[in-house]
């Protein structure tokens, strides 16, 4: 098989790479996903994350080595691995994060990559419910909307935010982030829209775009001049190769995006060595930079009937189904949340440094079966840690997954602003209306007292809010992994796009991020097809 694109991973950003990069007709494209088609439906019912999360048929199931930052504790890190990847997993929400995130980015020398140059495709990707406007595309593959649910202990919530001072804001995607308000969901009718779902569906039919499913990319191929001439796969047992005659773009996610540069002898060199790995390219920084948002997740009980006691009834069962059935509407279209905050923990902040998600249901932890009394879950996450982590190649198994070390809460900043997110979210309990519909706080308990008690709490009960980011991350310095156009230096013909190339992981959820990733890509590949170049990190 040859193509003159291979695209490896069908996820959020890789489904828009290999969509536009088919579109003109002009070339052909073989798009390559380990997982399969998408055909389970509880991907498209948007709260069927409850099922996909933690299923070994869609989910690869990562775990994180013991966490020191977390007092020695194993995540569970999920991530997609069917068409759409993990935006056929995640909890819909579609954020895009700050202006001075991508500000930052530019400023930090990556030429095309500030708010300016990034929100065109931000527009370009959207069809947004509420209509077209400055920031918001209205004719774009990904659909987004407003919630078709609203419970009133979420409603409770952001009246007691603002009674607490922070403003209501109707769209935080908009002219500030700043405020509290409801989620933008990517989602059409009450059904999940997926990068496959808005990108390939109606792509697929392309005579010049291939979707290879059930296909595990093992490595890339060099030739004698270190350029990228296809990749070396495993397919019903057999290993395969797959030619590619322009250019092989890697989108295989934060996890998988290093691993396979890794296996394909670019990162540290010791690391590879020690492996059995030829070095191709010693990269130190590939793996490294590992960033993720970390979730505190705060549990009230309350007075009047949630989410936990809809759901735990037959009746309550049957309703919500009907409602899905007849009006697609109700629980079933539920997002991971309804409500939104984006607040500063002090005021000389220039942005908001937390995100609040509200949840009108709480469960020990998200995925598992909700608790059986009537509580919310007010969840903080700190949008900008300092803390990074790596991973590495498991010495046993090198095709498997891979060492992950996310390194939480390591620098005092991350433990203060985690703290001081906890302490907002009981600042606003106790506001009304929120205050009296709140019986007990059930986690933390009464008995959690101090900044210190507070911290261990978090380190003892915080989890992965599922953002992980920034392992083949873009710069202009010899160890960036790639530079400004997405090429991966000391190599030819290769470019990774999606959230591994995030220099700093940005203020908000990823989905929306990555796929503007994927559309900016492919930009840059048409256009230096065009001028006839290879794609070879730092070339004018
Ligand atoms: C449970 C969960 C909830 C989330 N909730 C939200 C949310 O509500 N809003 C939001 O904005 N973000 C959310 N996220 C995060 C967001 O979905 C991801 O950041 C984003 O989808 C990542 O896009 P990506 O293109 O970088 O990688 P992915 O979408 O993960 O795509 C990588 C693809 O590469 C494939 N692949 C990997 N290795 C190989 C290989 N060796 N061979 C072939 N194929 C390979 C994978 O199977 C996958 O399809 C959530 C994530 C999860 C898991």
Not at 77 to 96: E, F, H, I
Not at 198 to 224: G, M, Q, S
Request: aromatic share 6%; charged share 20%; with cysteine.
């Amino acid at each position: 098989m040859a193509f003159d694109y291979v695209v490896i991973g069908a996820g959020s950003a890789g489904c828009a790479v290999a969509a536009r990069l088919s579109e003109a007709g002009d070339a052909t494209v073989g798009l390559i996903e380990a997982g399969g088609r998408d055909s389970n439906p509880w991907i498209h019912i948007p709260v069927g994350y409850f099922k996909t999360m933690h299923n070994p048929s869609v989910d690869w199931m990562y775990m994180t080595e013991p966490d020191p930052g977390l007092n020695g504790r194993r995540l569970q890190w999920p991530r997609g691995k069917v068409l759409g990847g993990s935006s056929a997993l995640n909890g819909l929400l579609y954020v895009r994060g700050q202006v001075e995130d991508y500000d930052g980015w530019r400023q930090a020398g990556n030429t095309g990559w500030g708010w300016d140059d990034v929100l065109p495709y931000f527009r370009r990707s959207e069809r947004q419910e509420r209509g077209e406007s400055a920031y918001h595309g209205g004719s774009g593959p990904l659909a987004v909307s407003n919630m078709r649910l609203s419970r009133r202990i979420c409603d409770e919530w952001v009246d007691a935010a603002q009674a607490a001072g922070y403003a209501y804001n109707e769209d935080y995607n908009g002219e500030t982030q700043e405020g509290v308000g409801y989620f933008q969901l990517t989602a059409a009718n009450g059904l999940r829209c997926s990068s496959a779902t808005a990108y390939l569906k109606p792509a697929r039919k392309r005579p010049n775009l291939d979707i290879i499913t059930k296909a595990h990319v093992k490595r890339i191929v060099f030739d004698e001049n270190r350029r990228a001439t296809g990749v070396e796969l495993l397919r019903n047992g057999r290993t395969e190769i797959v030619e590619a005659r322009r250019e092989v773009i890697l989108c295989a996610g934060a996890l998988g995006s290093p691993q396979i540069l890794m296996l394909s002898g670019i990162g540290p060199g010791e690391h590879l060595t020690d492996m059995g790995i030829d070095v191709l390219r010693d990269a130190p920084d590939v793996g490294t930079n590992l960033q993720d948002h970390l979730q505190a997740r705060l549990v009230y009980k309350c007075a009047r009937p949630t989410m936990n006691n809809e759901v735990r009834s037959l009746f309550g069962k049957m309703k919500i189904a009907a409602e899905f059935a007849l009006k697609r509407s109700g629980p079933m279209t539920m997002a991971a949340s309804l409500a939104v905050g984006f607040i500063k923990t002090r005021p000389e902040l220039a942005t908001p440094d937390i995100q609040f998600h509200i949840q009108p249901w709480s469960a020990d932890s998200p995925g598992e079966g909700v608790h059986p009394f009537s509580a919310f879950t007010v969840s903080v996450c700190q949008l900008r840690p300092e803390s990074a982590g790596h991973l590495l190649l498991d010495p046993e198994n090198p095709l498997g997954a891979p060492k992950i070390h996310p390194n939480y809460l390591a620098t005092p900043l991350d433990c203060a602003t985690a703290v001081a997110g906890v302490k907002v979210a009981q600042r606003i309990a106790g506001y009304e209306p929120l205050k009296s519909a709140i019986t007990e706080e059930f986690r933390p308990d009464p008995s959690v007292q101090g900044d210190e008690a507070l911290l261990q709490w978090v380190r003892d009960t915080a989890t992965t809010i599922y953002h992980p980011t920034g392992t083949c991350r873009m710069g202009q310095d010899e160890r960036a992994v790639v530079d400004e156009r997405l090429r991966v230096r000391g190599v030819q013909g290769l470019r990774v796009a999606d959230c591994s190339i995030m220099p700093r992981i940005v203020s908000g959820n990823t989905n929306a991020p990555a796929i503007m990733i994927g559309e900016k890509l492919s930009d840059m590949v048409r256009e230096d097809a065009k001028a006839g170049s290879v794609a070879l990190a730092g070339a004018a």
